[in-house]
């Protein structure tokens, strides 16, 4: 039998459905890796001291025939996705000691599955960031190599499965951010339509663009997960009704941007990404070169309506309902205690730039300006989908950098998401596939390709996502 470690959840199911292994063997063995390497990787806030009990439920579903692809299997959930009695702190101290009172929409969906969740994964505080060192509770490291982060903000739940330390997990993306971790960590990272998995007890950061979505070691785990945790909830607004998606289209033309591939991204990272390019077409994919007029606002466009939003969802923790407080003198001084105090510098910096750029004089200057920005470039990729099935570009246009190398230049911390904000901006589904590694004084670190494609075509990154593993594998078995 293959290492547990090594189990994606086809294979583990496939173990616990034949009475090879039981889902408390299953459990057992995470939990004791988790414990044994988290000291090293901080990618658990938390790991549960119920999971033993969670696996012998599921072991008796099994028993009673009431089996589910996720039955059993162990994943980790980004601390911004609340676990009924659980804490769920947002990685951020102003929450540290807040306990859900009651369970995500996602976290329904599993526990009626019988998954298994082992713990908290860290992130950056209230999921901003791009690198994981924004959380209150210290970095986490990359597995590749422990000097290194492992993107953000999703990189507990990413430095966790690619570490093995869970099958699978969940992350948030508001603007890379299952994505960028997945890219860097050797993982597959998707962002589903907007609207298509329910924000019911997710943390808000910017709501317009938040989706909860996998991050796993294979597209078929991803989508494993992502048929458990879809569907319309009339809880979130902005949720889709099951009927408006369509079947897999065939995949046949690919678009790449190329004029939005020349500056700021690693020669490395480009070479792999052109061979790869080359190996999609050698397979019989026809690539298209696509104009993608607006693309290059995008970053700056995110980076107004973002904070925007951010602004007004995080007015919410001010210590009076939930979370910590720090009592001043008067209302106004408890308020500017308790925010001073409990949130980092990169939420201030964001609720303070968030606030300017909606405040009277300066709306229309920059929010308005920045949303007529988003909704160009949304007709831009509506009709570039009028002639290609797909859009193919890096996920991220460097490898993982050194802990500390861009903590104190937010913009060149902001330039890590140039190539994934777009697909928040524009609600549309994509996914992020390992595609090789490049070295890096002795380290080979993981860099990711991304497929994007149109409104409510998610099906079509799975079918192309699963061809891409094929060429991958096959190009690094030679
Ligand atoms: N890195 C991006 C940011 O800091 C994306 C965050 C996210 O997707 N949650 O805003």
Known sequence: MEAIEKLHISTARALLDEGKITAVDLAQAYQKRAQEHNGELNAYLEIFGDVITQAERADRMIASGDVHPLTGIPLIIKDNILIKGHIASGASKILENYVASYDAHVIENLKKQGAIFLGRANMDEFAMGSSTENSAFGVTKNPHDLERIPGGSSGGSAAGVSGDLAIAGLGTDTGGSIRQPASLCGLVGYKPTYG????????????SLDQIGPLAKTVDDAQILFEVIRGHDTRDATSLPDDVFGSAREVKRIGVPRHFLREG????VLAIFEQRIEELKERGYD???????????????????????????????DGMRYGVATPGKDLLSD?????GNGFGPESRRRILLGSFVLSSGYADAYYRKATAVRNQIASDFKKVFE?????????????????????????NMYAADIFTVPVNLTGVPAISIPMGTVDRKGSALPVGMQFIAPQRED????????????????????
């Open 196 to 207: 298509a998995v329910s924000r019911y007890g997710a943390m808000a950061m910017g709501s």
């Open 265 to 268: 991204i690693d020669a490395d």
């Open 287 to 317: 690539i298209v070169d696509i104009e993608l007029p607006n693309i290059t606002y995008a970053l700056a466009a995110y980076y107004i309506i973002m904070p925007a939003e951010v602004s007004t969802n995080l007015a919410r923790y």
């Open 335 to 339: 308020y500017t205690q308790t925010r």
């Open 387 to 411: 002639s290609v099935d797909v859009i193919a570009t890096p996920t991220s246009p460097t490898p993982a950098f050194k802990i500390g190398e861009r903590s104190d230049d937010p913009l």
């Open 459 to 478: 099906e079509s990154l799975f079918s192309i996502g699963r061809d891409f593993e094929t060429i991958v594998t096959t190009a690094y078995a030679q």
